[in-house]
Protein backbone atom coordinates (compact mmCIF):
# COMPACT_ATOMS: atom_id res chain seq x y z
CA UNK A 1 0.00 0.00 0.00
CA UNK A 2 1.51 3.20 -1.32
CA UNK A 3 1.79 6.29 1.54
CA UNK A 4 1.62 10.01 0.37
CA UNK A 5 2.11 12.62 2.54
CA UNK A 6 -0.97 15.25 2.42
CA UNK A 7 -2.23 18.84 3.24
CA UNK A 8 -4.87 20.96 2.47
CA UNK A 9 -4.31 24.42 1.43
CA UNK A 10 -5.96 27.66 -0.23
CA UNK A 11 -3.35 28.10 -3.12
CA UNK A 12 -1.88 31.68 -3.37
CA UNK A 13 -2.38 34.29 -6.15
CA UNK A 14 -0.36 34.54 -9.02
CA UNK A 15 0.34 38.46 -8.39
CA UNK A 16 1.44 37.64 -4.66
CA UNK A 17 3.78 34.87 -5.80
CA UNK A 18 5.47 37.13 -8.36
CA UNK A 19 5.69 40.18 -5.57
CA UNK A 20 7.79 37.18 -3.67
CA UNK A 21 9.92 36.46 -6.01
CA UNK A 22 10.61 40.67 -7.02
CA UNK A 23 11.17 41.22 -3.05
CA UNK A 24 13.68 38.25 -2.62
CA UNK A 25 17.06 39.73 -2.97
CA UNK A 26 15.37 43.20 -0.71
CA UNK A 27 14.18 40.55 2.36
CA UNK A 28 17.74 38.65 2.25
CA UNK A 29 19.62 42.57 2.13
CA UNK A 30 21.67 42.79 5.41
CA UNK A 31 20.64 39.58 7.27
CA UNK A 32 23.64 37.31 8.96
CA UNK A 33 20.97 34.34 9.88
CA UNK A 34 20.93 31.64 7.19
CA UNK A 35 16.98 32.08 6.44
CA UNK A 36 15.95 28.66 4.26
CA UNK A 37 12.96 30.59 2.32
CA UNK A 38 9.93 28.97 0.57
CA UNK A 39 9.73 28.90 -3.08
CA UNK A 40 7.29 31.20 -4.42
CA UNK A 41 5.34 28.57 -6.04
CA UNK A 42 5.48 26.73 -2.87
CA UNK A 43 3.98 29.64 -0.78
CA UNK A 44 0.65 28.63 0.47
CA UNK A 45 -2.55 28.93 3.19
CA UNK A 46 -2.04 25.78 4.99
CA UNK A 47 -5.88 24.44 6.35
CA UNK A 48 -4.98 20.81 7.44
CA UNK A 49 -1.62 19.17 7.35
CA UNK A 50 -3.18 15.39 7.11
CA UNK A 51 0.28 13.55 6.67
CA UNK A 52 1.20 10.21 5.52
CA UNK A 53 -2.02 8.05 4.07
CA UNK A 54 -2.62 5.41 1.81
CA UNK A 55 -2.92 6.76 -1.52
CA UNK A 56 -6.83 4.53 -1.42
CA UNK A 57 -7.64 7.45 1.06
CA UNK A 58 -7.89 10.21 -1.72
CA UNK A 59 -11.27 9.35 -3.03
CA UNK A 60 -13.06 9.21 0.93
CA UNK A 61 -11.01 12.63 1.20
CA UNK A 62 -12.15 14.09 -2.04
CA UNK A 63 -15.47 13.08 -1.23
CA UNK A 64 -15.78 14.72 1.31
CA UNK A 65 -13.91 17.63 0.96
CA UNK A 66 -16.72 18.07 -2.21
CA UNK A 67 -19.16 18.27 0.31
CA UNK A 68 -17.80 21.41 1.82
CA UNK A 69 -19.66 24.77 0.98
CA UNK A 70 -16.99 27.47 -0.11
CA UNK A 71 -17.48 30.99 -1.62
CA UNK A 72 -14.71 32.71 -3.15
CA UNK A 73 -13.18 35.80 -1.13
CA UNK A 74 -10.63 38.63 -0.79
CA UNK A 75 -8.02 38.91 1.05
CA UNK A 76 -5.48 41.73 1.78
CA UNK A 77 -1.36 41.39 3.06
CA UNK A 78 -1.16 42.56 6.82
CA UNK A 79 2.27 42.75 8.82
CA UNK A 80 5.36 40.26 8.44
CA UNK A 81 6.15 38.40 11.69
CA UNK A 82 7.48 35.66 13.43
CA UNK A 83 6.74 32.23 15.51
CA UNK A 84 7.04 31.89 18.11
CA UNK A 85 8.15 35.32 18.80
CA UNK A 86 10.47 38.23 17.42
CA UNK A 87 13.07 37.40 19.90
CA UNK A 88 13.34 33.61 19.05
CA UNK A 89 12.28 33.31 15.17
CA UNK A 90 11.92 30.44 13.53
CA UNK A 91 9.47 31.16 11.10
CA UNK A 92 8.90 34.04 9.11
CA UNK A 93 5.17 34.99 8.21
CA UNK A 94 2.99 37.33 6.88
CA UNK A 95 -0.43 37.45 8.06
CA UNK A 96 -3.31 39.02 6.32
CA UNK A 97 -5.77 42.54 6.81
CA UNK A 98 -8.53 40.96 5.36
CA UNK A 99 -9.88 37.51 4.23
CA UNK A 100 -8.15 35.83 7.96
CA UNK A 101 -11.28 35.15 9.29
CA UNK A 102 -12.79 32.98 6.01
CA UNK A 103 -8.97 31.23 5.71
CA UNK A 104 -9.85 30.42 10.11
CA UNK A 105 -12.97 29.37 8.73
CA UNK A 106 -12.36 26.84 6.53
CA UNK A 107 -9.83 25.70 8.23
CA UNK A 108 -12.07 24.84 11.23
CA UNK A 109 -14.34 23.38 9.01
CA UNK A 110 -12.14 21.50 7.04
CA UNK A 111 -10.42 20.02 10.30
CA UNK A 112 -14.25 18.62 11.36
CA UNK A 113 -15.11 17.39 8.43
CA UNK A 114 -11.92 14.88 8.33
CA UNK A 115 -12.46 14.18 12.04
CA UNK A 116 -15.67 12.66 10.82
CA UNK A 117 -13.17 10.50 8.68
CA UNK A 118 -11.17 9.60 11.48
CA UNK A 119 -8.31 12.10 11.14
CA UNK A 120 -7.20 13.61 14.33
CA UNK A 121 -7.90 17.11 14.97
CA UNK A 122 -6.10 20.14 15.59
CA UNK A 123 -5.73 20.91 18.83
CA UNK A 124 -4.17 24.47 18.40
CA UNK A 125 -5.43 27.33 17.55
CA UNK A 126 -5.15 28.35 13.74
CA UNK A 127 -3.65 31.66 12.72
CA UNK A 128 -4.30 32.26 8.76
CA UNK A 129 -0.59 33.16 7.48
CA UNK A 130 1.80 32.50 4.59
CA UNK A 131 5.31 30.99 5.66
CA UNK A 132 7.70 32.63 3.81
CA UNK A 133 11.06 31.40 5.32
CA UNK A 134 12.27 29.15 7.98
CA UNK A 135 15.48 30.36 10.47
CA UNK A 136 17.69 27.84 10.02
CA UNK A 137 20.76 29.48 11.74
CA UNK A 138 20.25 32.86 13.92
CA UNK A 139 22.40 35.60 13.89
CA UNK A 140 21.88 39.02 16.10
CA UNK A 141 19.46 40.48 13.10
CA UNK A 142 17.17 43.25 13.10
CA UNK A 143 14.12 41.33 12.88
CA UNK A 144 11.94 44.03 13.11
CA UNK A 145 13.71 45.89 10.28
CA UNK A 146 12.76 42.16 8.03
CA UNK A 147 9.08 42.69 9.52
CA UNK A 148 8.76 46.03 8.09
CA UNK A 149 10.38 44.94 4.99
CA UNK A 150 7.60 42.10 4.41
CA UNK A 151 4.82 44.34 6.00
CA UNK A 152 6.28 46.42 2.47
CA UNK A 153 5.93 44.24 0.28
CA UNK A 154 3.36 45.62 -2.55
CA UNK A 155 0.55 42.22 -2.37
CA UNK A 156 -2.39 43.76 -4.61
CA UNK A 157 -6.05 42.74 -2.73
CA UNK A 158 -6.87 39.21 -4.33
CA UNK A 159 -9.53 36.80 -4.71
CA UNK A 160 -9.07 33.45 -3.16
CA UNK A 161 -11.31 31.19 -5.51
CA UNK A 162 -10.29 27.50 -4.25
CA UNK A 163 -8.43 25.23 -2.03
CA UNK A 164 -6.71 21.60 -3.14
CA UNK A 165 -5.16 18.78 -1.63
CA UNK A 166 -1.77 18.35 -2.44
CA UNK A 167 0.66 15.82 -1.80
CA UNK A 168 4.11 16.79 -0.35
CA UNK A 169 6.96 14.94 -1.99
CA UNK A 170 10.30 15.68 0.40
CA UNK A 171 13.34 15.81 -1.46
CA UNK A 172 17.17 17.03 -0.40
CA UNK A 173 16.55 20.30 -2.27
CA UNK A 174 12.86 20.62 -0.91
CA UNK A 175 9.26 19.96 -1.18
CA UNK A 176 7.50 19.31 -3.83
CA UNK A 177 3.81 20.11 -3.93
CA UNK A 178 1.71 18.42 -6.46
CA UNK A 179 -2.23 19.50 -6.30
CA UNK A 180 -4.02 15.95 -6.34
CA UNK A 181 -8.01 17.43 -6.15
CA UNK A 182 -8.96 21.46 -6.58
CA UNK A 183 -12.15 22.56 -5.06
CA UNK A 184 -13.81 25.89 -6.50
CA UNK A 185 -15.43 28.28 -4.71
CA UNK A 186 -19.05 28.81 -5.71
CA UNK A 187 -21.12 32.29 -5.20
Same mark, same amino acid.
Given at each position: MQKIRTFIAHPVPEEWKNAFLENAE??? #??? #????? %???? !???????? &??? !???? !???? #? /???????????? &? !? /?????????????????? %?IGLTNGSKEICDNAITIDNKLAELGFEKNTKPYHAHLTLGRVKKRAKDNWADLAEKISRIPLPVCTVTEFALYQSTLTPSGPIYTKLKAYKGRD
Open positions: ELN #QNL #QSKIA %WVKP !ENIHFTLK &FIG !EISE !ESVP #Q /IDSALKEIPFKP &F !E /ISAGPGGFFPDPLNPRII %W
